[in-house]
């Protein structure tokens, strides 16, 4: 029998350094390298790299360079069961999701998940890893965008209550320079809707059990929350889910009963904008003889909807309900009024 190179070492010591050196490295090692790293014979490597791969749960894999005839051991960490691989197409989409909403979030936000999409990048497949380069190619544009590190530390508390599932006291300010009110409140879920952040969760009672004051989840815009105090005693985990997003309806406001909304578009451009978009799943368009763009659906938020025809101005008629039509009708008379 051939004297031991490292007489001090046992199998297992060796064993053990084999795979903590090819599991903490993305390179791959040669059988000579791994004789001087490990201080041993090239059959000692293979009979080493046979004893990691009995094991179900691991797998040594092994190339030969054609020409050299050089073989090269090496962990492939995305079929190691250590993460699961993402494909080149899935992280572009993620860099995609920063650059159209990233510039939403405050600043230190916005730093922490550029670094975590560039980390994600050790997930890529070893062929797409090596020649990876990180890439911006797509800008999110908004109009009057808040500044949302104002109320960075709120935010943050925010996420901390529904990941842990506890109730808050919230300070919230509905209108500008308003009074200030605190409510004792389970938030749920994040909402993005025109760039703007809502909370949306149910206000509770502040002591006893915990349970829902109102049957309908209430939505805080995030901006207008100046303080955010966790309760550690108060459990959301009992209430109810909140209700599935339904694509039936237009808007997110809850205020009644649905109903139903037809509208006429005369302007081309502004019949293009509208008919280009889903405003709900059971969204009806069609086209008048003079070619203006008949629009139906159904909204249960009175107050959005209005917003939504306003917006459009002489570019719209209201058709349906007769309600609607009357709320722009006075709307009008107070503007021709204003202008006067």
């Known amino acids: 029998m051939p004297k031991k190179i490292d007489p001090d070492a046992t199998k297992s010591d060796k064993l053990l350094k084999l795979y903590r050196l090819l599991l903490g490295s993305e390179r791959k090692y040669s059988t000579l390298e791994l004789t001087k790293l490990l201080n041993c014979s090239k059959q000692s490597i293979r009979h080493l790299v046979d004893t990691l791969n009995s094991n179900e749960e691991i797998n040594v894999e092994e190339e030969t360079d054609p020409k050299t005839r050089t073989k090269r051991y090496f962990i492939e960490h995305c079929r190691h069961g250590m993460y699961e691989p993402i494909a080149i197409e899935g992280y572009r989409q993620m860099e995609l999701c920063r650059d159209i909403v990233g510039e939403l979030l405050p600043e230190d936000d916005r730093k922490k998940l550029e670094q975590a999409i560039f980390n994600a990048a ?87 059990p915990v349970i829902p004051k109102y049957d309908n989840p209430t939505n805080f815009a995030v901006q207008r929350i100046t303080e955010v105090e966790i309760l550690e005693d108060r459990s959301s985990e009992k209430l109810p889910a909140l209700p599935e997003k339904s694509d039936n309806l237009f808007g997110i406001i809850k205020e009644g009963q649905p109903f139903t909304v037809k509208l006429k578009f005369t302007n081309l451009y502004v019949s293009t904008y509208v008919a280009d978009r889903l405003w709900s799943d059971n969204q009806k368009i069609s086209f008048d003889e003079d070619g203006s763009l008949i629009l139906n659906f159904n909204s249960d938020s009175y107050y959005e909807v209005l917003s939504f025809v306003m917006a459009y101005g002489s570019s719209v008629t209201v058709l349906e309900p007769e309600f609607l039509r009357q709320a722009v009708k006075d709307e009008i008379a107070r503007l021709s009024k204003i202008y006067k």
Not at 131 to 148: C, E
Not at 151 to 156: A, R
């Open 122 to 208: 050790n997930y890529l497949p070893r062929k797409e890893r090596f020649s990876f380069k990180t890439i911006s190619f797509a800008q999110g544009l908004s109009k009057g965008h808040i500044d949302y590190s104002k109320v960075q530390t709120q935010l943050h508390s925010l996420y901390e209550c529904i990941n842990r599932k506890k109730c808050c006291l919230v300070s919230h300010q509905k209108f500008f320079d308003g009074e200030l009110k605190k409510h004792c409140f389970a938030p749920m879920k994040l909402i993005v809707l025109h760039e703007n952040f809502y909370i949306a969760g149910f206000i509770v009672n502040e002591s006893g």
